[in-house]
């Protein structure tokens, strides 16, 4: 058992890396106190406190690596991340956990000689969710969270942006945590690309060895809105590899419920509330999180506590026209999507004949 932490210490100890030895040793006494083993777990933590002398040695982590040209920053870190309230799919939650259960297990498999390569890919479009996957498994696994900072990690010097890569893996493997590459398209662009210069190339090459080096004892997780750009050894480098999907009907009558749990929606039908739910559909968890607020955000500010229909297809329709709609275009929307004439004349305080007049020539 721990023989991931024993090999990492002993590695450490070899190379006289200090910092490392300690790091690992700490993770070792924290799994062996879960593990039942409280005596030898304090017997770790004592003997660090003793060479230490008395310091806070669970605030001794290696200096973070910095871009040589810039001498800024390439990684943030989050010692103590929150675990999100997301809302996912059951088969996108179901293999989290899987690769979650599977790194618990690592001492076990690898006893078993079943060495798992601690590497996730996540995919998929813009804001639903991978960035919070990425901080709700280092919340779970009770490890900091270290980002790559895209804007200083790709650096104009030729050469560079290849030694800032080997920086973070180096540091990530230092200590435990979990390495988070975001946007990662851009540093993992497929080699064949004639639009690529040869140093993009050349930081794939970089980046497949470090990954090779780095992802039998460490935890990297990468996330990319643009997974038709990676190349294709990339593809083979990851342990598993999950899509994270636009929500469909199911996550999105969940996400509506949670984030309007504290108005009223008594008076929304459950025929208006299934249109509702199918305007939403097509749009991110991010999109559809930010249309329900600015609706409940403008009933706050006029004290009111009750939600309609009605407020809610007014939002979507702005958000579809991108501002540029006007009421007669508003009504022909809310028509198209099934809202009797009443309702709507009854909504916008007008007679159903001006209604009736928005409507296409043929119509009526």
């Not at 062996?32 to 008395?54: M, P, V």
């Not at 280092?138 to 050469?159: C, F, M, Q, W, Y």
């Not at 050894?233 to 009558?253: H, L």
């Not at 501002?323 to 275009?329: A, L, R």
Request: one cysteine or more; aromatic letters at 8%.
């Amino acid at each position: 058992m721990f023989y991931s932490e024993i090999t990492k210490i002993i590695e450490a100890g070899l190379d006289r890396d200090k910092e490392k030895v300690k790091n690992y040793a700490l993770l070792l006494a924290k799994k062996l106190a879960q593990d039942g083993d409280g005596k030898s777990s304090k017997r770790i933590e004592t003997l660090l406190l003793r060479k230490n002398n008395g310091s806070a040695i669970t605030d001794a982590l290696v200096a973070p690596p910095v871009d040589q040209e810039s001498r800024m920053g390439i990684v943030d870190i989050d010692y103590k991340p929150i675990a999100p309230n997301i809302v996912l799919s059951e088969s996108t939650i179901e293999r989290l956990i899987d690769f979650e259960n599977t790194i618990k297990i690592k001492d076990q498999l690898d006893g078993l000689g079943m060495p798992f390569n601690m590497s996730l890919l996540l995919y998929g479009p813009p804001g639903c969710g991978k960035t919070s996957i990425a901080n709700y498994l280092a919340n779970k696994l009770e490890l900091p969270l270290v980002t790559a900072r895209l804007d200083t990690l790709i650096s104009s010097l030729l050469g560079n942006t290849a030694k800032n890569l080997r920086r973070i893996f180096d540091y990530a493997s230092r200590q435990p945590c979990v390495l988070f590459l975001d946007e990662f398209d851009a540093i993992a662009k497929a080699r064949d690309d004639t639009h690529e210069l040869g140093e993009l190339k050349r930081v794939v090459n970089s980046l497949l060895q470090n990954m090779d080096a780095y992802c039998q004892n460490g935890i990297m997780i990468a996330a990319t809105n643009h997974q038709e750009l990676l190349d294709d050894a990339i593809w083979r480098r990851f342990q598993t590899i999950i899509e994270v999907p636009k929500p469909e009907v199911r996550e999105i009558k969940f996400l509506f419920e949670r984030i309007t749990s504290s108005m009223d929606i008594s008076c929304i039908s459950k025929k208006h509330l299934s249109i509702v739910i199918e305007q939403l559909k097509g749009l991110s968890y991010s999109d559809i999180q930010t249309l329900i607020q600015n609706v409940i955000k403008q009933k706050i500010i006029k004290n009111e506590r009750v939600l309609s229909a009605f407020d809610f297809m007014r939002e979507i329709a702005i958000f579809r026209y991108h501002g540029n709609v006007c009421q007669e275009d508003m009504i022909r929307y809310f028509l198209r999507s099934n809202f009797s004439q009443r309702s709507i004349a009854e909504y916008f305080r007008i007679s159903q004949r001006q209604v009736r007049n928005c409507l296409p020539k043929g119509d009526e």
